[in-house]
């Protein structure tokens, strides 16, 4: 299959495979904890500008397709919603911040199908750039806070608290709720934004 991909597919495809690593790297506490930092930066830096990567490729080769254009998303969906688990998993995420965003990839996955089935292929809206931007920025606090509290020796086996620690971690903690509820706002107002175009779309 990979012979069949463009160097674009490639760079997006890393992305899907980079993702449970992630995970596995957060949840190992078998793994020492500075190198598994070291580790997770250099995963979520990938997983994030490489999504910036393929699409710069994409459009120099002039290898922009209908598959590219599904594949990318896809590989968006499976690597943010990777590792916004793994910081549910720990704390760090609300949970029902983690249920909007599923409940909506689920509502886009079943628009898509539906236009799938008379031969329509939806890809990425313009406005998602915005969604991926918050997106990546409360990944990026949350990462943050996860690194603050391994040099701050608290334990990161179980649920971390985002408050109670005093100084920079507080402040830290009241950014990642910020992030997280404006997360959830351009979850829903993106979902809304593919309604409208599936409308138009399935006329």
Known sequence: MLKFMTAADRVTLSRILVAPFFF??????WIPRQPALVALWI??????????????????????TPFGKLFDPFADVISRVTYFVAFTSIGIMPLWVLLVLLYREFGILFLRMLLGLKGIAMGARAG???????????GLLSLAFYTLQVYLGADVSGSIPLSGRGGLSD????????????????????FVDYLVQFKKLYR
């Open 24 to 29: 596995l790297v957060l949840k190992a506490q």
């Open 43 to 64: 995963m979520f830096c990938w997983m994030e500008l490489s999504d910036f990567v393929d699409g710069r490729l994409a459009r120099r080769n002039n290898q922009v």
């Open 128 to 138: 998602g750039k915005l969604k991926a931007a918050i997106y990546m920025v409360a």
């Open 171 to 190: 402040v830290l903690g009241v950014l990642v709720q910020i992030a997280y509820v404006l997360t959830a706002v351009a979850t829903l107002v993106s």
